[in-house]
């Protein structure tokens, strides 16, 4: 009680709260709670809603230097980058109609970007684009995806509506086979992985989802024969039907005040609240867009990933809600600075329960019922879920026609009928069900990525890989020749996901240029390279029982259960201290822990 003169709150009531309110939610099931998505909805997911029905081909036969598979923005960053280090042999497979990745599949109403568009749309300089406005919306996002792909000519070497199904190394021709589900051999001497790190949907284990008779998707697939209007609004096929949305993610933050101003009724069925804070979009002033200097978007990435990992350089370029999050939980500098480890944590929790005192505060001051307040107050600390930015979710719960039903209790909805969702024992009857309940993030390798990668001697990833991941600076690993991966793993993350995959993508594309100017045939990591990568990583790891062992369940902390490895193992210094790392590893020319032959 001593401290909470000083800071206007408990800090051992908080402690405490934060322990019931995780607590309450974990499951013993953890990550198996989820499923793929079934019946009607696997359906809807197997098929593209964006693209004419029936489309066929001929199975393709041929063989290039590289194969990328997935054509989001990682994808689309490998072919640019490899195009820089003038290698143009390749191809790159898509399970969409289009490139754009997630913003190929994710049309829901109100879909955003959560970072700043400056950080965020990829080569932005490159090709000239100024974004609309600070934060950009899906349908610009996906017509960036188009333009990087006219830009570098990617169309002709891209086979879209074709899903990859397994790698594998083939020792005799040195190449790797590349199958899909359109019957093609495609032969590569070097295969790209860019699969993104959220492209499986999923579905909470609910009993009787397959058996409601209305419609129903996942927001990844959104049906706007069922709703009307596209992911502006105008969502006029609801003004007579009861809707529910299950979740309340980063995901249905968003759609959520779209589904409430067309709806006749929204029900909101919220397991655990997330951070709402406010997010102030504005059109870019062209004026200030045409004074950046060349470079300026490696330099307002660097300084945003720079805010992320506790260092905040003198100037805030980006200055919005997430830079005021990481200064007020970064730890304290020059003479203030904690003489100790305990000391730091102490310092920083306390600064972490002003800061969500502060978001409580906002959802108090905005949702008028009291009891509805409550619920969407969130109980944890500020990282253990994504932090989600949004201006109209909290005033859409003052709307006469939504309803917030809080399913904290049960862990979860318990049950779907024919014409409704049960929860709390009461069954709320609904013309429509949207799962925004995420995407299978877990560390079983083949869960995540949906593609069988088998390696020399036949080895399966999943198996090298049963008892962690081992990787050279993340993206090779051992017995996997030629095999290059982008994304989460042993390596920098960033909140704002395309800086990860260009510095990796440059970096990819580099390792392949440079294994064909050495005319080598195979670049693989040495077993010494990749172990003392391994112990890097294993010596950043926080201590079990660590931060995330103490959050709320979500995909952060594989629900609550495994709280050990997640992030696949982090560079904890950062992205630009992994991009020097990286930068100086290229210019020193050793290739250290990589053989070649
Ligand atoms: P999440 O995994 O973040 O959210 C899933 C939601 O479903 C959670 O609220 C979860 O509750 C809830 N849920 C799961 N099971 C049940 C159940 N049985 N009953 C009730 N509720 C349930 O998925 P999202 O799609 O929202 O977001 C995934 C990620 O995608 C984000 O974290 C972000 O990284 C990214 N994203 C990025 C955006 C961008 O602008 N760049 C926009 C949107 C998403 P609980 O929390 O209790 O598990």
């Not at 397994?166 to 021709?173: I, L, S």
């Not at 790209?192 to 492209?199: D, I």
């Not at 040495?526 to 959050?551: N, S, Y």
């Amino acid at each position: 009680m001593a401290e909470m003169g000083q800071v206007g709150f408990d800090p051992d009531e908080l402690r405490q709260r934060y322990r019931q309110e995780r607590d309450k939610r974990v499951r013993a099931d953890g990550v198996d709670q989820y499923h793929d998505l079934v019946g009607p909805l696997a359906h809807h997911a197997a098929t593209d809603p964006y693209v004419e029905p029936g489309f066929t081909r001929d199975p393709v036969l041929d063989e290039t230097d590289v194969a990328i598979i997935g054509g989001g923005f990682s994808g689309l960053l490998a072919a640019a980058r490899l195009i820089g280090e003038g290698v143009t042999d390749f191809r790159i497979v898509e399970a969409g109609g289009d490139f754009g990745g997630t913003w190929y599949w994710n049309r829901y109403p109100g879909a955003q970007c959560d970072t700043d568009a400056y950080c965020y749309l990829p080569l932005l300089e490159e090709l000239g684009y100024m974004p609309k406005e600070k934060y950009s919306y899906a349908e610009e996002i996906f017509a960036h995806s188009r333009r990087i792909g006219e830009h570098f000519e990617l169309y002709d070497r891209t086979l879209f509506q074709t899903r990859v199904s397994t790698v594998r190394w083939d020792d005799g021709e040195q190449r790797w086979r590349i199958e899909t589900n359109r019957n093609d051999d495609l032969r590569a001497r070097f295969v790209v992985m860019a699969l993104g790190p959220l492209s499986r949907p999923k579905l909470p284990g609910v009993p009787g989802i397959e058996d409601f008779e209305g419609p129903s998707f996942h927001t990844s697939r959104w049906d706007y024969g069922v709703t009307g209007g596209d992911t502006n609004g105008g969502m006029t096929k609801l003004a007579d039907k009861k809707v529910a949305v299950i979740g309340t993610g980063a995901t249905a933050i968003q759609v959520v005040p779209r589904v409430a101003r067309d709806a006749e009724h929204l029900y909101v069925f919220q397991r655990t609240p997330s951070t709402v804070g406010w997010r102030g979009n504005v059109a870019t002033d062209p004026e200030w867009f045409a004074s950046l200097q060349p470079g300026w978007q490696r330099e307002r990435r660097e300084n945003f990933a720079n805010y992320s990992m506790g260092r905040p350089p003198e100037v805030d370029l980006v200055d919005d809600a997430w830079t005021e999050i990481f200064r007020a939980i970064s730890s304290p500098k020059g003479a203030d600075r904690p003489k100790t480890r305990e000391e730091r944590d102490r310092v920083v929790e306390l600064q972490d329960f002003t800061k969500m005192e502060e978001l409580r505060r906002r959802v108090a001051e905005t949702v008028t019922d009291a009891a509805t307040a409550e619920a969407l107050k969130p109980y944890y600390r500020v990282m253990c879920k994504r932090p989600t930015f949004n201006d109209e979710y909290l005033p859409a719960f003052n709307q006469p026609n939504v309803t917030l039903v809080d399913v904290s209790d049960s862990k979860g909805v318990e049950r779907i009928t024919a014409t409704g969702v049960v929860a709390n024992g009461v069954e709320y009857e609904v013309d429509l069900i949207v799962y925004a309940s995420g995407y299978h993030v877990t560390n079983d390798v083949e869960r995540r990525m949906g593609v069988e990668v088998v390696g020399r001697d036949q080895v399966q990833l999943a198996d090298h890989w049963a008892d962690g991941r081992k990787t050279l600076h993340g993206f090779m690993t051992r017995g996997f020749p030629n095999w290059l991966s982008i994304g989460p793993s042993q390596n920098a993350f960033s909140v704002n996901m395309t800086s990860m995959f260009d510095e990796q993508a440059i970096h990819v594309a580099w390792l392949v240029a440079e294994t064909l100017r050495r005319e080598a045939t195979v670049l693989e990591p040495t077993a010494e390279g990749q172990q003392a990568w391994c112990d890097v990583i294993e010596d950043m790891a926080p201590p079990p029982g660590g931060f995330l062992a103490q959050c709320t369940p979500g995909y952060y902390n594989q629900e609550g259960v495994d709280t050990t490895n997640i992030f696949l193992g982090a560079y904890t210094p950062g992205l630009a201290a992994f991009t020097r790392l990286l930068e100086e590893w290229r210019a020193n020319g050793e290739m250290d822990g990589l053989e070649l032959s």
